[in-house]
T-cell receptor
C-alpha cells in the first residue's frame, strides 16, 4: 500500500534549537499519530491528533493538522541530544489502509548535536 | 505491565530453515499487528488481528509466511522456508479497540538474519 511523504528525510540541528518535521497524506483520515524510534528499538507513541482537531500539545511537542492540505507537522521545541531519533507519522487511511490498521511513513531522521 | 514482549531479540538462521517469532501483547489489548522494517521499504504491515481473528493479511509476502493468534496473550509469526531477503527487523504491536483509534505499543523487535 502507498505511504505518505515525510519531509525532510533527515534533519540535523544544535541542542536548544527547534525541530520541525512534516508529513502529508493522500486520503481522508480519522486520526494521525506520531511515533519516535531510537536506534535499535521499537517505536514509541508520542501523540494522536483526531481529524477534528487542529493542534495538540504534549510537553515540548506541538502537533498541527491541516485536513484541507492533508498535512501535519511535529514541532519539538528546545531540542536535546536525547531527542535524536527517527520520527514517523502514521494514519489509518493512506493508500486505502482503512481496515483498522495504521500505515507509517518512512520517517524523518533527527540528529541533535550537543 | 511489562509492555509488548517479543522473542527472540536476535535470530540468525540458515536459508531454508524454519523461523518462529513470538509476541505477547499487553493484557487487555484486543488488536495485534506484525510489522516488518527494512531500510529499503520502511515499516510494512504484515498482518492484523482483532480479538484473535486475522482481519487483514494482505501484507504477508507469500505462502512462506504464516501467523497465528491462538489466544489473547500470544501470537506467532512463522517463516518456512526462510530466505536471505527475509532479513529484517520484525515488530509486534498491540492496541485497544479498533486498529487506528488509539496509539500502538510496540515490542522491541526481533532482528532476523538469514544467511
Amino acid at each position: 500500500s502507498q505511504q505518505g511523504e515525510e519531509d525532510p528525510q533527515a534533519l540535523s540541528i544544535q541542542e536548544g534549537e527547534n525541530a520541525t518535521m512534516n508529513c502529508s497524506y493522500k486520503t481522508s483520515i480519522n486520526n494521525l499519530q506520531w511515533y519516535r524510534q531510537n536506534s535499535g528499538r521499537g517505536l514509541v507513541h508520542l501523540i494522536l491528533i483526531r481529524s477534528n482537531e487542529r493542534e495538540k500539545h504534549s510537553g515540548r511537542l506541538r502537533v498541527t493538522l491541516d485536513t484541507s492540505k492533508k498535512s501535519s507537522s511535529l514541532l519539538i521545541t528546545a531540542s536535546r541530544a536525547a531527542d535524536t531519533a527517527s520520527y514517523f507519522c502514521a494514519t489509518d487511511a493512506w493508500g486505502g489502509g482503512s481496515q483498522g490498521n495504521l500505515i507509517f511513513g518512512k520517517g524523518t531522521k533527527l540528529s541533535v548535536k550537543p | 505491565d511489562a509492555g509488548v514482549i517479543q522473542s527472540p531479540r536476535h535470530e540468525v538462521t540458515e536459508m531454508g530453515q524454519e523461523v518462529t517469532l513470538r509476541c505477547k501483547p499487553i493484557s487487555g489489548h484486543n488488536s495485534l499487528f506484525w510489522y516488518r522494517q527494512t531500510m529499503m521499504r520502511g515499516l510494512e504491515l504484515l498482518i492484523y488481528f482483532n480479538n484473535n481473528v486475522p482481519i487483514d493479511d494482505s501484507g504477508m509476502p507469500e505462502d512462506r509466511f504464516s501467523a497465528k493468534m491462538p489466544n489473547a496473550s500470544f501470537s506467532t509469526l512463522k517463516i518456512q522456508p526462510s530466505e536471505p531477503r527475509d532479513s529484517a527487523v520484525y515488530f509486534c504491536a498491540s492496541t485497544l479497540g479498533q486498529g487506528w483509534s488509539y496509539g500502538y505499543t510496540f515490542g522491541s523487535g526481533t532482528r532476523l538474519t538469514v544467511v
